[in-house]
């Protein structure tokens, strides 16, 4: 008696999904996405958009941040430094006025002391807001502003500062501290830098 294999494969898991980079959203879709959350009070999701801009941090490092990483005293700071997850090295960074603003409504809103969670989980399992349950929100996010949610997701967040600060300056140094990045080819890879990048930079530089 013989058997047959099946000439049927089962789909890949990937069919029908967009993958690899997630695109950085541009300055109109942050404001498109901060007027929104300001005109709906939505205070929590207000400081956990702004934080996430200018902190460029990892999902993982975000939402395990705690109120002391960013506040001194009672003032949230202007730069804070944390240890990231999965290079083990600090990382320092900037938080703007308008960040500042929406932590500290954030903070006083829900009564945080120093050692809570910044973004505390609604669910009781978790002590603070889970990467899945980030991934929601920002996927929240895009839809509301008509973008196409597949296409962006938290690493959107993180590349879109970024990702303005090379385009604007060209300086990838800065971009991999910023991104605490251990090697500049592995920015180079997480910006998408191409030839066309490299030579629109030195057509804008003269001697």
Not at 53 to 77: F, N, P, T, W, Y
Not at 130 to 141: A, C, F, L, N
Not at 144 to 170: F, M, N, P, Q, V
Request: hydrophobic share 35%; proline share 3%.
């Amino acid at each position: 008696m013989t058997t047959t294999c099946s000439s049927q494969h089962p789909a890949p898991w990937n069919k029908g999904k967009l993958t690899g980079q997630k695109a950085p959203l541009k300055p109109k879709d942050v404001w498109a996405i901060r007027v929104r959350l300001q005109l709906r009070h939505q205070v929590r999701d207000l400081a956990l958009f702004n934080l996430a801009i200018d902190s460029k941090l990892r999902a993982c490092d975000l939402v395990s941040l705690r109120v002391c990483d960013v506040v001194h005293g009672e003032h949230v700071c202007s730069r804070a430094t944390v240890m990231q997850r999965k290079t083990h090295r600090p990382v320092q960074f900037e938080i703007t006025a308008p960040t500042r603003e929406s932590v500290d409504a954030w903070i006083r809103q829900a009564s945080l002391k120093a050692s809570d969670y910044l973004f505390s989980s609604r669910i009781h399992e978790s002590p603070h807001l889970s990467t899945r349950q980030y991934s929601r929100i920002v996927h929240r996010w895009i839809d509301d502003i008509g973008l196409e949610a597949a296409a962006y997701g938290t690493h959107s967040l993180r590349r879109t500062k970024a990702s303005l600060i090379y385009r604007r300056t060209g300086n990838l140094r800065a971009v991999q501290i910023l991104l605490g990045h251990t090697k500049l080819e592995s920015t180079v890879r997480y910006l998408g830098i191409d030839v066309d990048d490299a030579l629109e930079i030195a057509e804008q530089t003269e001697i």
